[in-house]
């Protein structure tokens, strides 16, 4: 148990169809973040939060949405995905420094 | 920039043998470094970090030496167990990226019996 909860843990979805993820963290931090994990490439930062403010965008395509109603929640929207999409999405958060991450959520799109 | 790459992809350790993962960084102002232990099913989880003014520093049968000359981090594992099998992570950020921490690629542990 890390202190930050995401669901779903799995999800299968069309290039057509509109999900969200959701993470949570209880731990009190700051900061949160989307990170994509796709096999055999490094951890790729998506979004950072901070105290709700989005500070850091790294060039994501517009059909992943961040939304961050306070510091303990972190969703994304997820609309009109591609194959390419499939990955395993991870959520951390942080108060300085090391970031604790969920168990991700794994991500198909057909 | 700052990039951070692991040497070996893959390592095989024999039970009980000490294991060492390696991981060479590009940014000389950085100046915080982690390892994370991402077992199979889980997200990645905080073994051990090193600030750039120390050269090592020991946890629970984990050490990371850090040699900055050579912009160079490895992680040891003692009387490394089965548990240990996993994908090892090192991570790296500087002045002026705040959180921002930038990942290797990873390297795969395999633990046999």
């Known amino acids: 148990e890390t202190g930050v909860t995401q669901t779903p843990r799995h999800l299968v979805m069309g290039m057509t169809n509109k999900k969200s993820l959701k993470c949570e963290q209880h731990l009190g931090h700051n900061a949160m973040y989307w990170y994509k994990q796709s096999a055999k490439k490094p951890l790729e930062l998506m979004f950072v939060y901070n105290f709700k403010e989005q500070t850091e965008n790294n060039s994501v395509p517009s059909r992943f949405s961040p939304e961050c109603p306070n510091s303990s929640h972190l969703f994304l929207h997820l609309h009109t995905l591609q194959p390419e999409d499939s990955a395993l999405y991870l959520c951390?958060?942080?108060?300085?420094?090391?970031?604790?991450f969920g168990e991700g959520s794994r991500l198909t799109v057909l | 920039g700052e990039s951070v790459g692991l040497h070996l992809p893959t390592l095989s350790v024999q039970e009980g043998d000490n294991s060492i993962i390696n991981c060479a960084y590009s940014n000389s102002a950085s100046d915080y470094f982690i390892w994370y232990k991402q077992e199979s099913g889980k997200g990645p989880q905080f073994i051990i970090d090193?600030?750039?003014?120390?050269d090592k520093r020991q946890g629970q049968r984990v050490t990371v030496l850090l040699n900055k000359t050579v912009k160079h981090l490895s992680l040891q594992i003692a009387a490394t167990q089965p548990g240990d099998s996993a994908v090892y992570f090192c991570?790296?950020?500087?002045?002026?990226?705040?959180?921002?921490?930038?990942f290797g690629a990873g390297t795969i542990l395999r633990v046999k019996s």
């Open positions: 951390a958060s942080s108060y300085t420094g090391e970031l604790f």
């Open positions: 090193i600030r750039s003014n120390m």
């Open positions: 991570a790296a950020s500087g002045r002026g990226y705040g959180n921002k921490l930038v």
